[in-house]
């Protein structure tokens, strides 16, 4: 079964503090990996996907994550972050042998103080 | 182009009740998914609509029910409602192996 898991679940940082938020999944197979943001008030919203090729993707708003295959790991990243930032980030994996249903981290709420 | 549409936006419910939500998908899109996200967690995996029928289904119990409809259109049906079931039920529409578009959920409080 698939599993995913996010490191931490309340993230407080300063404006232009640099972001990362770890997530580490438990499938050997092919994946796709997401990372979802939900603002507040808002629906959930894809952030950046990664299915094949470059490791590194961008997304929206200045956001990139890693995808490394070796420690099954899905990094979202910023290097600096804004007030507007401030919301709950979810990372989900889906996979083609289990007919792409997304499997969701418990979620990180992410705090900018400005 | 309106984007995934879910009714009602809030509902309070008394156990032992049923309850039946609604789910419009993006225009295009030809799957929904449902998921039920409890307070402070991710959402869960409900089950998966294609051409009118159930295409995979998570952990949930038989009283998780659900209908695609010619139009694409979903519901999602709960039977003997718990207190448990309270959560956020959120509606996915996408393309069979296509990304997900969620709509703004459903609040369900069982009382």
């Known amino acids: 079964a698939q599993s995913v898991s996010q490191h931490n679940h309340h993230v407080i940082l300063s404006e232009a503090a640099s972001l990362e938020l770890g997530c580490n999944y438990s499938?050997?197979?092919?994946?796709?990996l997401f990372w979802y943001v939900q603002y507040p008030g808002q629906h959930l919203q894809l952030l950046l996907k990664?299915?094949?090729?470059?490791?590194l993707v961008k997304g929206i708003k200045g956001f990139e994550a890693e995808f490394i295959k070796s420690k099954f790991s899905f990094n979202l990243r910023k290097p600096s972050v804004q007030w507007s930032d401030t919301a709950e980030y979810f990372c989900?994996?889906?996979?083609?042998?289990?007919?792409?249903?997304?499997?969701f981290g418990a979620g990180t709420i992410l705090r900018v103080k400005s | 182009d309106a984007g995934v549409t879910q009714s009602p936006t809030h509902l309070i419910k008394t156990r032992g009740q049923q309850v039946t939500l609604r789910c419009s998908p993006k225009?295009?899109?030809?799957?929904v998914s449902w998921y039920q996200q409890a307070l402070g967690q991710g959402p869960q995996f409900i089950f998966q609509?294609?051409?009118?029928?159930?295409?995979q289904r998570g952990n949930f119990p038989d009283r998780f029910s659900g209908h695609q409809f010619p139009n694409y259109s979903s519901e999602l049906n709960v039977n003997a409602l718990l207190l448990g079931d309270s959560a956020l039920y959120l509606c996915?529409?996408?393309?069979?192996?296509?990304?997900?578009?969620f709509g703004q959920g459903t609040r369900l409080t069982v009382v």
């Open positions: 996915a529409s996408s393309l069979l192996r296509g990304e997900a578009f």
């Open positions: 499938y050997g197979g092919t994946v796709n």
């Open positions: 990664y299915f094949s090729g470059d490791p």
């Open positions: 989900a994996v889906a996979s083609p042998e289990y007919g792409n249903k997304l499997v």
């Open positions: 225009s295009g899109h030809d799957t």
């Open positions: 609509y294609y051409e009118e029928e159930e295409r």
